[in-house]
């Protein structure tokens, strides 16, 4: 079992910055590879960003490309993800998730990928 656990989320003006943090505690949780999904009141939950075990590769959705960071310290079995440039519409509830399975590339924004969850921070951006 791994247990996750988000925090970092709170209320930002729009162009503001916030950093979430997930950290994990279990089974071997520094050789997961995780992900950082959001969802929004009333949309599905999409895909922010992936990164390998290892930290050496990373991928992101469109929607935040070039304004988010996500990053690992397995060390303090931590992952990161930096938000800059925020918007409203990147309000939504943020969660971290883990998987101990073969990733394809092209698997990290699957929510089906993935067997661990956290439970979730906040974010809110005003205008």
């Known amino acids: 079992q791994v247990q996750l656990v988000e925090s970092g989320g709170g209320l930002v003006q729009a162009g503001g910055s916030l950093r979430l943090s997930c950290a994990a505690s279990?089974?071997?949780?520094?050789?997961?590879?995780m992900g950082w999904f959001r969802q929004a009141p009333g949309k599905e939950r999409e895909f922010a960003a992936g990164?390998?075990?290892?930290?050496?590769?990373?991928y992101y959705a469109d929607s935040v490309k070039g304004r988010f960071t996500i990053s690992r310290d397995n060390a303090k079995k931590t992952v990161y993800l930096q938000m800059n440039s925020l918007q409203p519409e990147d309000t939504a509830v943020y969660y971290c998730?883990?998987?101990?399975?073969?990733?394809?590339?092209?698997?990290?924004?699957?929510?089906?990928?993935?067997?661990?969850w956290g439970q979730g921070t906040q974010v809110i951006v005003s205008s």
């Open positions: 998730a883990a998987t101990f399975r073969p990733t394809y590339y092209s698997d990290y924004d699957a929510p089906r990928q993935y067997d661990y």
């Open positions: 279990g089974r071997s949780s520094i050789s997961s590879n």
């Open positions: 990164i390998t075990w290892s930290g050496a590769n990373t």
